[in-house]
C-alpha cells in the first residue's frame, strides 16, 4: 500500500511543477501539514493527511481514520470536504455541460460543504490552490468534452459515409444481378 501512496504523491508533485502558478501558492505551505476529510462520501470517515517540503512539493502521504481530538497548530491545516459539496459541484458541472457553456465562472466554494481550519494566511492559499486545481480540472474535462465531441462527428461521418457507400454497394449488386439475369436468359436463348 506504501507504494501506492508514493505514486499518487508523485502524479500530485508532477501536477504541481507543471503549473508554475500551483507551484508558487504551494510554496507558501512549506513544511505544513495539511489534512483533508472526507467525513461523508464513503461509509468510513477518511483523510488524506499531507506533508509539503520546502519546495512547496508533497513529501508525505497517507490515508487515515480522522483524528477528531487533533488540536489546531500553526502548522496544521485541516480541510473538511463533504458529501454536500462533492454532489453540488457535480451538478454544477452537469447543467454546465448541458447548457453548452464552454467553461463556467470561477466557482465559489465557501458555504456548500467545503472549510478550511488553520491560520488565516494558509487558508487564504489553500483556497487558491482549491481554485487552482478545480479551474484546471474543468479546463482539462472541457478539453476532453471538446475532443470527445469532436470524435462523435468524425465516426458520425464515417457511419454515414460508410452508409452511403452500403447504399451505393447494394445498387452495384442489383445492377449486377439484372446483368446476370440477362445473361442467363441469352443463353438460354441460344
Known amino acids: ?66 483524528d ?6 500553526e502548522d496544521l491545516i485541516r480541510i473538511i470536504i463533504t458529501k454536500v459539496f462533492i454532489v453540488a459541484q457535480l451538478n454544477k458541472l452537469k447543467e454546465s455541460v448541458s447548457s453548452g457553456e464552454k467553461q463556467p465562472n470561477t466557482p465559489k466554494f465557501f458555504g456548500q460543504g467545503l472549510r478550511i481550519e488553520g491560520d488565516a494566511d494558509d487558508i487564504q492559499v489553500v483556497s487558491d490552490i482549491v481554485s487552482l486545481v478545480i479551474a484546471e480540472a474543468l479546463k482539462t474535462f472541457y478539453s476532453t468534452v471538446g475532443k470527445l465531441k469532436k ?5 458520425s461521418q464515417q457511419a454515414n459515409d460508410f452508409y452511403r457507400g452500403k447504399s451505393d454497394v447494394e445498387e452495384y449488386l442489383v445492377i449486377v444481378k439484372n446483368l446476370m439475369e440477362r445473361v442467363e436468359n441469352l443463353e438460354k436463348k441460344t
Open 68 to 73: 477528531s481530538e487533533l488540536s489546531p497548530s
Open 1 to 66: 500500500m506504501e507504494n501506492f501512496f508514493y505514486v499518487v504523491r508523485d502524479l500530485i508533485n508532477r501536477s504541481i511543477e507543471n503549473n508554475e502558478e500551483l507551484k508558487l501558492q504551494t510554496r507558501l505551505l512549506s513544511n505544513r501539514k495539511m489534512i483533508i476529510v472526507v467525513p461523508d462520501l464513503l461509509p468510513l470517515p477518511l483523510s488524506l493527511n499531507t506533508f509539503f517540503g520546502s519546495d512547496g512539493l508533497l513529501d508525505k502521504i497517507s490515508i487515515k481514520e480522522p
Open 151 to 155: 470524435l462523435k462527428n468524425f465516426f
